[in-house]
């Protein structure tokens, strides 16, 4: 590791305050089980000058029941999520996916706000500099993303152009599902966002002296269906090689409305508009899962390793919409 200096917040104004003043050379520290190993291994673009660690501020850790939304601040731990009977009653679907991130140790101390900034696991560009120097991928200034024509198994099947890379966060795509918004405190004051805008191809649309404060679900009115698909090729710890996370509205087995979202094809979580369209009052069945499935995938363009995502979206798609493991 470089040597830098190191802030224990005690304000979201402070944190902001010192954000500012480093001008994008400063980094935030939550739980720090990313950003640890980024700052160890020498990933990002430029090396920060300070580390503002904002675990030091009171009150960003809790779940809150409102009457329509609940309120989960940036601090809240993946475990404090998984424990909380509240979310298991109203979002099985956000337990679920907590659940699959990582090891209970890294749960213990992941904290939600972390979970939605971290970083890419893309392979070029994690590549570490201790062994044998940084690849200067697209997403670090160079002119090409390394993916197009190497090993691109894990990489964006939709919509990607100059950077490949895709948003690693399980969380993200349940939030996108849940229709989910993200408070963000900065310099000019506090804005809301909803996860569904947060991302753009190369990271969040952070500004330098921004953070995340606090997460609001809206309660699904009326009762939907949750459910959180992903499939990992190891099964204990493993990121997503594609997850599906979707709330299908139900009118005994007609299909008012839905919200079918996929992980890890993608920059940002993927919103499958075309099959929620197709699914609206529609009864499901073996047949509109296929057809739902197909227009998810509609216009996905592989590289010459990951056509296989593309089926494995598919099928999580096909099992979302029937409501099978
Ligand atoms: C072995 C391993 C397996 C993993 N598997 C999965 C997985 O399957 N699925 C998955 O989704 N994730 C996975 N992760 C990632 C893990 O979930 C994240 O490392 C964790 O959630 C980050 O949270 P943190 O609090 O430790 O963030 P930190 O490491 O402290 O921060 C991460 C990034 O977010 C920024 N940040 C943190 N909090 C805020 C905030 N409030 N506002 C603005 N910026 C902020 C930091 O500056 C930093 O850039 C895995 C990690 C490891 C090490």
Known sequence: MKSFVHFNTRS???????LKKYEGKAKINAGGTDLLGVLKDRILPEYPEAIINIKTIPG??????GEEKI????????ADIINSSLIEKTFPLLKEAALSVAS???????????????DTRCW??????????????????????????????????IGAKKCYAVCPSDLAVALTA??????????????TIPV??????????????????????PKPFPVARQTFHKFTLRKPIDFAVVSVSSLIFLDQEICTSSRIVLGAVASAPFRAYKAEEFLKEKKLSAKTAEEAARLALDGSKPL?????????AKTLVKRAVQGTE
Do not use: W
């Open 178 to 191: 849940l229709g989910a918004n993200l408070t963000i405190a900065g310099q000019k004051g506090v804005r």
């Open 304 to 312: 010459a390793k990951n056509a296989y995502k593309v089926e494995i």
């Open 12 to 18: 979201v104004d402070e944190a902001i305050h010192l």
């Open 60 to 65: 960003l850790s809790m779940i809150e029941d």
């Open 124 to 157: 070029y560009y994690r590549y570490p500099d201790g062994i044998g120097g940084r690849i200067n991928c697209f997403r670090k200034g160079g002119k090409t993303c390394p993916a197009v024509s190497g090993e691109n198994q894990y990489h964006a099947v």
């Open 71 to 78: 309120l989960i601040g940036a601090l809240t731990t993946l």
């Open 196 to 217: 569904e805008e947060f991302y753009h191809p190369l990271g969040n649309t952070l500004s330098p002296d921004e953070m995340i404060t606090a997460i609001h679900i």
């Open 104 to 118: 209970p140790q890294i749960r213990n101390v992941a904290t939600i706000g972390g979970n939605l900034c971290q």
